[in-house]
Nanobody
Framework: QLQLVESGGGFVQPGGSLRLSCAAS????????IGWFRQAPGKEREGVSC????????DYADSVKGRFTISRDNAKNTVYLQMNSLNTEDTAVYYC?????????????????WGQGTQVTVSS
């Protein structure tokens, strides 16, 4: 059974930080490109960041550049998203997804496996 489980979401004040984790079971993450996506109420799903299987290719949406950092620890079968300087526009459900493509892409159609999501709420 192939599963991805997100954790680390929660309630945070503007300017605060959160670290999201994406843990895999049933398969080895080091063979996959991993993407983070988010969806806010009334808005379409958008790509946030991704990292390829070797870790040398990383992409970020313009809205999060300089604030978010994606990393992976293949020995722990986990990918992380460090989120700093959070603002209210970052409020959304965050999902991680795995693709067998070699390189980063924000196209959700090429991601084969998805987690259930974790809620991030930024509010004072």
């Amino acid at each position: 059974q192939l599963q991805l489980v997100e954790s680390g979401g929660g309630f945070v004040q503007p300017g605060g930080s959160l670290r999201l984790s994406c843990a895999a079971s049933g398969f080895t993450l080091d063979y996959y490109t991993i993407g983070w996506f988010r969806q806010a109420p009334g808005k379409e799903r958008e790509g946030v960041s991704c990292v390829n299987s070797r870790g040398g290719n990383r992409d970020y949406a313009d809205s999060v550049k300089g604030r978010f950092t994606i990393s992976r620890d293949n020995a722990k079968n986990t990918v992380y998203l460090q989120m700093n300087s959070l603002n209210t526009e970052d409020t959304a459900v965050y999902y991680c997804a795995a693709s067998n493509r070699r390189f980063c892409t924000s196209s959700s159609e090429v991601y084969n496996y998805w987690g259930q999501g974790t809620q991030v709420t930024v509010s004072s």
